[in-house]
């Protein structure tokens, strides 16, 4: 009896070891590959639990996520044959296992040695077409752009996928440093004139323009203003006209009396005029004014 409890027991640790032994989990961050007999069986699963024969297929995992690598300086040269000596790294991911295992045994570090390779050809290429003034001054999308153009196909046969490069250092030879730096200050600062000429262009136009508008808006409410001056003095004609018209000697009368309130006894004023003028009409006695 406790014999045959014994072997139940190590028959049930059997069958957990041959189902451990039968299965395997592929997490977000990883991607596998199964074998028989060293040969790829299959190189597609999904994350989540897969199912293998013990014994007679073998897995391995590899990782999903970016990797980053650095890269010692090396030196490269200009096209003016000038060398310089950059410091980079790179970012990359495995885009094809079924390639990248064929392409590099699986190992990381071969993959990183093959694609710092590849990444120096395409630095070697672009910065042989530049000066030092060029590569200094260049935009940091157009330089990893080329280098990344330049290196696409041959990190598709390594079945990975360069991600990124990034240029951390260039050091420049001593005897070219000052003439380099000085070159690219006399060259900012064309532009910064440049700009500064471009800026007074179209400060001198935005006022021109000003000018014009504040012009025309004068000569526009001149223009109203007379026309309705004109109006009233019409209007006010029209008004004195009818008013003389229904009573002449009023007219007249109240026409002079303003004439007296505004040209007599103002201060420091001096008015000759003969006493017998028509002006004194109605200051005269009633008897006179014949």
Do not use: C
């Amino acid at each position: 009896m406790a014999n045959r409890g014994f072997l139940s027991l190590v028959g049930l640790i059997v069958v957990l070891l041959l189902l451990a032994m039968s299965t395997f989990t592929v997490r977000e961050t990883e991607l596998a590959m199964k074998f028989r007999f060293g040969e790829i069986v299959r190189a597609d699963y999904k994350p989540g639990l897969h199912y293998k024969v013990p014994f007679y297929n073998e897995v391995r995992k590899f990782e999903r996520r970016i990797t980053t690598r650095n890269y010692p300086s090396e030196q490269f040269l200009t096209s003016e044959g000038k060398i310089l000596r950059i410091d980079f790294y790179i970012k990359w991911r495995i885009a094809d296992v079924a390639r990248y295992y064929p392409a590099t045994g699986g190992s990381e570090d071969t993959a990183a040695v093959r694609l710092g390779s590849i990444v120096k050809d395409g630095i070697k290429g672009v910065i042989a077409r530049r000066t030092i003034q060029q590569v200094v001054a260049a935009e940091r999308t157009e330089f990893t752009g080329e280098i990344l153009k330049a290196a696409e196909s041959k990190t598709a046969e390594l079945g990975v996928q360069l991600v990124d490069v990034r240029v951390k250092k260039i050091d420049l030879p001593e005897e070219v440093s000052d003439s380099v730096f000085l070159r690219m200050r006399q060259d900012f600062d064309r532009q910064a004139k440049q700009l500064r000429a471009e800026g007074d262009e179209n400060a001198e136009k935005l006022k021109a323009e000003a000018d014009r508008q504040r012009t025309e808006i004068y000569a526009q409410a001149y223009r109203e203003s007379q026309i309705i001056r004109g109006e009233g003095d019409a209007r006010s004609t029209e008004i004195y006209a009818r008013a003389y018209s229904r009573n002449a000697e009023f007219y007249s009368f109240y026409r002079s009396l303003q004439a007296y309130r505004e040209s007599i006894g103002t201060d420091n004023d001096v008015l000759v005029i003969a006493p017998d003028s028509e002006f004194f009409k109605y200051l005269k006695r009633p008897e006179q004014r014949r």
